[in-house]
């Protein structure tokens, strides 16, 4: 038999980052459009994928409690082994199965997946994709059937989706964050009249922490920070909790989504000393990117960064006031770095972000 693709013995290791403790059942997955190959790192953190076909691969590496890494493009030949450090804490794109669970009434459940639209009078009902600013092409959506609007939408109750368990406690100011899609029309039986419902629970107590419907409706992924200390003593027996419905009696289109959730502690300086200026970043340290927030009264403000001996590495400039979100840091090498806002005569005390 010709050897068309010749195969390679993959090994590697996963260790968690700063205490180099290795982390077992880690799941890694290496994936192109013609393979994909899924093992999970043993009690020493370590991983053997025998028989692989060698290839350019998308490598994801992660589990529940650690930040997930991803790679595209990775040209795999067998030859070094894989020596990869994941931070702690909780991120998830969906690409990884980490156990979140389906349970309610309805048939048509939450389904991890490529998002397949629908489309319901030129609106897209199920989404089309998943969110672009996360690793791969999955999410979390109400049955993912695709076909016409009404066909895979949910129908007769709701739909709920659970996280795994997570560990908040020793975070001064956990925020959970996620994308969320929220669709509702579909006239011919009446009006919509449907939901989505977010709780937070912390094993005892359960609480509503965003509802939808019927307003709300947008045939798009919105992002949501949710500062947990505003609503439950953070603990270590945390979840999250989408419902999704249409109970009837009048049945509409009703399509959920969720992507991108992670936990990141909120901390650094808030220079809002006379709440004209405002600089946060999470997480911080980081691996990818850093998500600085940042709120200004000033129609136009720079963010700077600098790197340690002082010289200005990037500067974006912000065109609208109030709150914004800036994506930074990818193609920085690791490292520490400053950051300050510049607005109007205000200039906030430098944060230090750290890359690791
Ligand atoms: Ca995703
Ligand atoms: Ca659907
Ligand atoms: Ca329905
Ligand atoms: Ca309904």
């Known amino acids: 038999m010709n050897t068309i693709f010749p195969t390679v013995t993959v090994t590697g290791t996963v260790v968690e980052s700063g205490t180099n403790n290795p982390i077992p059942n880690a799941t890694v997955y290496f994936e192109n459009t013609q393979n ?3 093992t ?18 998308n490598l994801t590496i992660g589990n529940w409690g650690h930040r997930t890494y991803c790679s595209s493009n990775q040209n795999v030949t067998g030859g070094n082994p894989y020596n990869i450090s994941l931070d702690k804490g909780y991120y ?11 349970s309610g009434p309805s048939g048509n459940l939450w389904e991890r997946g490529a998002p397949i639209a629908t489309t319901n ?6 989404p089309g994709a998943d969110v672009s600013a996360d690793c791969g092409t999955w999410a979390f959506v109400t049955d993912n ?9 949910v129908d007769q109750g709701s ?20 994308y969320r899609w929220f669709y509702n029309g579909g006239t011919t039986n009446g009006q919509p009249d449907d939901s989505m419902k977010v709780y937070l629970t912390d094993g005892t107590n359960t609480v509503l922490i965003e509802a939808l419907g019927p307003n709300g409706s947008s ?7 949710i500062p947990i200390n505003s609503f439950l003593t953070a603990n270590s027996t945390m979840q999250l909790i989408v419902n999704v419905g249409d109970p009837g009696p009048i049945f509409n289109i009703v399509e959920g989504g969720l992507d991108k959730f992670e936990i990141v502690d909120v901390v650094g300086l808030n220079d809002h000393s006379i709440d004209q200026i405002g600089l946060m970043a999470s997480p911080n340290p980081f691996n990818h990117q850093v998500s600085l927030s940042i709120y200004s009264l000033e129609q136009k403000s720079a963010l700077q960064i600098f790197d340690m ?48």
């Not at 998830?92 to 389906?102: A, I, Y």
């Not at 059937?145 to 939408?153: L, P």
């Open 92 to 102: 998830d794109d969906f690409v990884l199965d980490f156990g979140w669970t389906v």
């Open 145 to 153: 059937g695709g076909g016409g609007a009404w066909d895979n939408d």
């Open 36 to 38: 994909n190959n899924s």
């Open 121 to 126: 009078q030129g609106q897209t009902a199920n």
């Open 219 to 225: 045939s798009q992924w919105n992002f949501q920070s």
């Open 309 to 356: 001996s002082g010289r200005l590495i990037e500067e974006r400039i912000i065109s609208s006031l109030g709150n914004q979100n800036v994506q930074l840091g990818e193609k920085w090498t690791n490292g520490v770095y400053m950051a300050r806002l510049v607005s109007g005569e205000n200039i906030s005390s430098a944060i230090k972000l750290v890359k690791k």
């Open 40 to 57: 999970t790192t043993d009690a020493s953190g370590q991983f053997t994928i025998p028989g692989f076909f060698q290839g350019v691969y």
């Open 159 to 178: 739909t709920i989706l659970t996280s795994p368990i997570f560990d908040v406690s020793t975070l001064l100011n956990p925020h959970v964050n996620y």
